[in-house]
Antibody, heavy 116, light 115 residues
Framework: EVQLVESGGGLVQPGGSLRLSCAASGFTFSSYEMNWVRQAPGKGLEWVSYISSSGSTMYYADSVKGRFTISRDNAKNSLYLQMSSLRAEDTAVYYC?????????WGQGTLVTVSS | QPVLTQPTSLSASPGASARFTCTLRSGINVGTYRIYWYQQKPGSLPRYLLKYKSDSDKQQGSGVPSRFSGSKDASTNAGLLLISGLQSEDEADYYCAIWYSSTWVFGGGTKLTVL
């Protein structure tokens, strides 16, 4: 069974940092492009970042560029999102999603709350 | 102006049809892009419905009924999602998305009420 499980969310103060992880199982992780998508409470979907299957290419939404870094460890079947200089508007559920090229598999999400 | 604009809400009766629009910003030609559609029910993950670029370049999501279909309206520069034979279970938020300038862009979503 294809499965994505996020972790690492929590409460962080403005300006703080957090690292999200996404553990993949049930498929050949190294063959797939991956993304982070977030959804603020009661709001719509917002794409955050993309990484190629090899990890050599990354793209970011303007809203997070320079603050967030996406990475992956294909040996560990894991995707990461390093978030720094966090702002209140980064508060959201963060999903990792497999791209084929549509998003066919989503994790359950991890909630990040940025508040003092 | 956002890259993709969707109406906030839409309501229709059971058995009727619903037409969702996803309007691309002026200067971005809808004919160039595959439009992806997702459904998200309250408390659930987004579900891929279909993608549509043209009648020869389209794809239905796995398990998605044929009453869900995609098209385009070049005159309004919009991608369209059509749902026929509406059912109460279709009540959800619907999002369009495109791959634009090396980023994924989602529309703001349209909330469908079936009443």
């Amino acid at each position: 069974e294809v499965q994505l499980v996020e972790s690492g969310g929590g409460l962080v103060q403005p300006g703080g940092s957090l690292r999200l992880s996404c553990a993949a199982s049930g498929f050949t992780f190294s063959s797939y492009e991956m993304n982070w998508v977030r959804q603020a409470p009661g709001k719509g979907l917002e794409w955050v970042s993309y990484i190629s299957s090899s990890g050599s290419t990354m793209y970011y939404a303007d809203s997070v560029k320079g603050r967030f870094t996406i990475s992956r460890d294909n040996a560990k079947n894991s995707l990461y999102l390093q978030m720094s200089s966090l702002r209140a508007e980064d508060t959201a559920v963060y999903y990792c999603a497999r791209e084929i090229p549509h998003f066919d598999c989503w994790g359950q999400g991890t909630l990040v709350t940025v508040s003092s | 102006q956002p890259v993709l604009t969707q109406p906030t809400s839409l309501s229709a009766s059971p058995g009727a049809s619903a037409r969702f629009t996803c309007t691309l910003r002026s200067g971005i030609n809808v004919g160039t892009y595959r439009i992806y559609w997702y459904q998200q029910k309250p408390g659930s993950l987004p579900r891929y419905l279909l993608k549509y670029k043209s009648d020869s370049d389209k794809q239905q999501g796995s398990g998605v009924p044929s009453r869900f279909s995609g098209s385009k309206d070049a005159s309004t520069n919009a991608g369209l999602l059509l749902i026929s034979g509406l059912q109460s279970e279709d009540e959800a938020d619907y999002y369009c998305a495109i791959w634009y300038s090396s980023t994924w862009v989602f529309g703001g979503g349209t909330k469908l009420t079936v009443l």
